[in-house]
């Protein structure tokens, strides 16, 4: 069974439209993350929720919103995309950020190409 | 300024030989994590070492940390073909909000 599943697992779209990125984790973790790949392998946390409620936002335009349902999903939307938001994004969920062994789990990850 | 830098960017050895790689950091951890990514995969948890700990073991992985210099070792002995992929340490910081911060990645090739 998959741990951390993400939806699409590749995304092509063209500029200024706006796309939705699933997230679910059947890990019964209680917090979630998304993180954003560039083309140079670097890995930078968007956000992170714990059960539901938003605890990390880092600097990201509020063209992505996240939303959280319950606490076994995170989906992300993207309006108004835009080429520069072209990257791997990936899904990951952890027991609880305050554990004192916080090891992350990751989904496979979603190749999101703006054109 | 990334937390993680490791070092080197890219190492190629032949199978059977140990691959060293080096991260080092800037601030206070509670802990230090390596993980693996295959290309076009996720990544997947190897080790995790604790801020009060200097050396730790996980089969042919051995991590060491040294909180004075701010810098972790990952080696991996007897390397194997299906070792080639990327590395990245992440810290664990000690803020209210806990986050992993990833360094930039060593890509490790082990030719058969």
């Known amino acids: 069974d998959t741990a951390v599943s993400q939806t699409p697992k590749y995304l092509v779209t063209q500029m200024g439209n706006d796309k939705s990125i699933k997230c679910e984790q059947n890990?019964?973790?209680?917090?979630m993350y998304w993180y954003k790949q560039d083309s140079k392998k670097f890995l930078k946390i968007m956000f992170s929720?714990?059960?539901?409620?938003?605890?990390i936002n880092e600097t990201v335009p509020n063209r992505f919103s996240p939303k959280s349902p319950d606490k076994a999903h995170l989906n992300l939307h993207i309006n108004s995309l835009e080429l520069g938001d072209s990257a791997v994004y990936f899904c990951?969920?952890?027991?609880?950020?305050?554990?004192?062994?916080?090891?992350?789990?990751f989904g496979p990850g979603t190749r999101l190409t703006v054109l | 300024s990334q937390q993680g830098e490791e070092d080197p960017q890219a190492l190629s050895i032949q199978e059977g030989e140990n691959a060293t790689m080096n991260c080092s950091y800037k601030?206070?951890?509670?802990?230090l994590q390596w993980y693996r990514q295959n290309s076009g995969r996720g990544l997947v948890h190897l080790i995790l070492?604790?801020?009060?700990?200097r050396e730790k073991h996980s089969g042919r992985l051995r991590v060491t940390l040294d909180t004075s210099k701010k810098s972790s070792s990952l080696l991996i002995t007897a390397s194997r073909a299906a070792d080639t992929a990327s590395y990245f340490c992440?810290?664990?910081?000690?803020?209210?909000?806990?986050?992993?911060?990833f360094g930039s990645g060593t890509q490790l090739t082990v030719l058969p």
């Open positions: 990951a969920s952890s027991q609880g950020f305050k554990r004192e062994d916080n090891e992350q789990f």
């Open positions: 890990l019964g973790h209680d917090t």
């Open positions: 929720y714990n059960n539901k409620e938003l605890i």
């Open positions: 601030t206070s951890i509670n802990n």
């Open positions: 070492i604790r801020s009060n700990e």
């Open positions: 992440a810290t664990d910081g000690t803020g209210s909000a806990r986050q992993l911060t």
